[in-house]
């Protein structure tokens, strides 16, 4: 049964840098892409970039210059870095296993989310 | 960018109805489409990929159809636990860029 579970601070600074991580547990992350989504509360869902094991990274372009995502194989979790956060970054952020179907991207598996706050 | 549309945005149904909600590409995507789920302080569920393709778990009654631009969720008997919140997606390839709809909420009549 494949489990994802996002950790982090709830709660960050403006300016600051939004840290999660997602722990993958009845999966190989190297066998997989990996997704993070966001949704800000009482809104729609936001795409925020996918990452392979190997490294290689497809960002949403509106978020591409303040998004850095990595991966750890050796603790079968995926992580995510948003920089100089403000209030327009609170959200619900959740992770996601990706699978493809032709040019189809779409995601099978969720996390249960984590709310990232950001306030002074 | 590829948009999606969806239609209605806000549906009031009763259990037993058959409720339909549609999702519009402004580019053709194939068939290229997925729909999900989502409950109140839930994380969204797949409910179909490829436009019509069923996810393994998901009941019969629902449906999906279409090809190109035009797309279509059905339910066929709506269920107590069907009253939620449902987003269509697609990757547009050439940015590439995932993109959802923005969201039919499907609510007790």
């Known amino acids: 049964q494949v489990q994802l579970q996002e950790s982090g601070p709830g709660l960050v600074k403006p300016s600051e840098t939004l840290s999660l991580t997602c722990t993958v547990s009845g999966a190989s992350i190297s066998s997989y892409y990996w997704s993070w989504i966001r949704q800000p509360p009482g809104k729609g869902l936001e795409w925020v970039g996918y990452i392979y094991y190997s490294g290689n990274t497809n960002y949403n372009p509106s978020l591409k210059s303040r998004v850095t995502m990595s991966v750890d194989t050796s603790k079968n979790q995926f992580s995510l870095k948003l920089s100089s956060v403000t209030a327009a970054d609170t959200a619900v952020y959740y992770c996601?296993?990706?699978?493809?179907?032709?040019?189809?991207?779409?995601?099978?598996?969720w996390g249960q989310g984590t709310l990232v706050t950001v306030s002074s | 960018d590829i948009q999606l549309t969806q239609s209605p945005s806000f549906l009031s149904a009763s259990v037993g109805d058959r409720v339909t909600i549609t999702c519009r590409a402004s580019q053709g995507i194939s068939s290229y489409l997925a729909w999900y789920q989502q409950k109140p302080g839930k994380a969204p569920k797949l409910l179909i990929y490829?436009?019509?393709t069923l996810q393994s778990g998901v009941p019969s009654r629902f449906s999906g159809s279409g090809s190109g631009t035009e797309f279509t969720l059905t339910i066929s008997s709506l269920q107590p636990e069907d009253f939620a919140t449902y987003y269509c997606q697609q990757l547009n390839s050439d940015s590439p860029r995932v993109t959802f709809g923005g969201g039919t909420k499907v609510e007790i009549k």
């Open positions: 490829a436009a019509s």
């Open positions: 996601a296993r990706d699978k493809w179907f032709g040019e189809l991207l779409y995601f099978d598996y």
